[in-house]
């Protein structure tokens, strides 16, 4: 009888490429995991791994078997989800990550809505880049991952999720209160803060590539950036002090800042879309369906209060 745990380890391997990478990924040791895919070998009765260096890689038997773990995983998570579908009350746990901006403003109010309607149901949170969570939603360690993509960049698709968008946002020109491009209300050039010192977001990252593409390709500049982080509170707050400008999602509202000033580019809309992500398949768990219906409630809430900004 083959360990359903142990394939899933086999699974993570044969993506992840390293034992310390699976072990990393799911908090383990990696002798801890290298023993269990030792077990794993005995139970399947014929070699799995071969010694490459200090590494190892996946025979071909292994390569089948991984085939037949992602069916069987698959089947039983739609048992589980069967099974929670006969209690009398949502309940169980759902790991959600998220990009900071959404984490804020579009999940914490979700989950508000949520603890009110369904007491019972247990969710956990961690904050997380895309480019992290996306492939651990994928292998199972998450349940729905918040994430955003950039017209320029769109994701590459991946058969085993769904996306849903929730919400088209624009990206402003954040200004301090007293810089002379905010004394007017209209729409801001970009050319015109080609001697600024810039914030941007993390490399590599798509937030990142957002602002120095839009300053190349529409300001004709390469950007002063001084300052990164993914931290977009941060960067309100430097640009708040007069340490900067930068490029912030609407979902931010950036105008809770009174020392900054919010200014539309003049040049091209800049946006991005936030989206849900699940295991496809998933959405028969009754607690999935609660979350991303929290969440389209709250994105819906959100669209109908944004207002034209100058």
């Known amino acids: 009888m083959l360990d359903l745990r142990r394939l899933r380890l086999l699974r993570e391997l044969a993506h992840r490429g390293t034992i310390n990478a699976v072990a990393s990924a799911l908090d383990y040791s990696?002798?801890?995991?290298?023993?269990?895919?030792?077990?794993?070998?005995?139970?399947a009765g014929v070699k799995l791994l071969e010694r490459v260096g200090r590494n190892v890689r996946l025979t071909t038997a292994a390569q089948i078997l991984v085939?037949?773990?992602?069916?069987?995983?698959?089947?039983?998570?739609?048992?589980?989800?069967d099974l929670e579908a006969t209690a009398d009350q949502i309940t169980g746990t759902v790991r959600?990550?998220?990009?900071?901006?959404?984490?804020?403003?579009?999940?914490?109010?979700?989950?508000?809505?949520?603890?009110?309607?369904h007491p019972a149901l247990r969710v956990e949170v961690t904050d997380a880049e895309p480019e992290l969570s996306m492939p651990t939603l994928a292998l199972g360690?998450?349940?729905v991952v918040l994430g955003d993509?950039?017209?320029?960049?769109?994701?590459?698709?991946?058969?085993?999720?769904?996306?849903?968008?929730?919400?088209?946002?624009?990206?402003?020109?954040?200004?301090p209160a007293d810089h002379p491009q905010a004394a007017h209300g209209g729409p801001v050039p970009l050319r015109s803060l080609a001697h600024d010192a810039w914030a941007a977001g993390k490399e590599p990252g798509y937030y990142s590539e957002l602002t120095i593409r839009a300053c190349r390709a529409l300001g004709g500049f390469e950007p002063d950036i001084r300052?990164?982080?993914?931290d977009l509170l941060m960067l309100l707050t430097l640009v708040a002090n007069g340490q900067c400008v930068t490029l912030l999602p609407d979902l931010v509202q950036p105008d809770r800042e009174p020392s900054v000033v919010a200014r539309v580019v003049a040049e091209d809309p800049l946006t991005r879309t936030v989206y849900g992500a699940?295991?496809?398949?998933?959405?028969?768990?009754?607690?999935?369906?609660?979350?991303?219906?929290?969440?389209?409630?709250?994105?819906?809430?959100?669209?109908?209060?944004?207002?034209?900004?100058?």
Do not use: C, M, W
């Open 30 to 43: 990696p002798s801890a995991v290298s023993q269990q895919l030792a077990l794993l070998e005995k139970e």
């Open 67 to 81: 085939g037949h773990a992602d069916a069987l995983l698959a089947r039983v998570e739609e048992a589980e989800a």
């Open 96 to 117: 959600v990550a998220a990009i900071q901006s959404a984490g804020l403003f579009l999940l914490a109010p979700a989950l508000k809505r949520l603890s009110r309607e």
């Open 141 to 143: 360690g998450l349940d």
């Open 149 to 175: 993509e950039y017209p320029f960049h769109p994701r590459p698709p991946d058969e085993r999720l769904t996306l849903e968008p929730l919400l088209e946002e624009r990206f402003r020109i954040l200004l």
């Open 227 to 230: 300052h990164r982080s993914n």
């Open 278 to 310: 699940i295991r496809r398949g998933s959405e028969r768990r009754p607690a999935i369906r609660a979350v991303l219906a929290a969440l389209r409630e709250t994105a819906a809430g959100l669209r109908s209060a944004a207002t034209p900004g100058p």
